[in-house]
């Protein structure tokens, strides 16, 4: 599946380069980070209700909604899907609770 996360980050990555007015990532990138955060506190939101309502068709529409602007965050901040595969691969044999102790440390 990490194909796809590849192809759609080249995909965001030329976005870039394309007119705000001809594309919609082309667009939030030129509103700023501000406007991407907020598409990801929809996207968010939306995903939250669809789970609420148990709704599992709109659960996986809006999920994908959200990694969609999570990877235009990510695009925007010169990162990549693998950044964060990397950080979940670290992850692998450790214990959640062991996990977040680090991190407060």
């Not at 909604?65 to 010169?78: E, I, K, P, R, S």
Request: charged share 30%; hydrophobic share 40%.
């Amino acid at each position: 599946m990490s194909e796809v996360l590849q192809e759609l980050a080249k995909i965001l990555e030329q976005r870039k380069l394309e007119s705000a007015d001809k594309s919609y990532v082309a667009s939030l990138y030129s509103k700023g980070i501000d406007t991407i955060l907020k598409k990801i506190g929809e996207e968010a939101a939306e995903t939250i209700i669809a789970a609420k309502n148990g709704d599992k068709k709109q659960i996986i529409y809006e999920t994908a909604d959200l990694w969609f602007h999570c990877m235009v965050l990510l695009a925007d901040q010169g990162l990549a899907p693998d950044d964060v595969l990397q950080e979940l691969q670290r992850r692998f044999g450790l214990s959640g609770l062991d996990e977040k102790a680090q991190r407060s440390k």
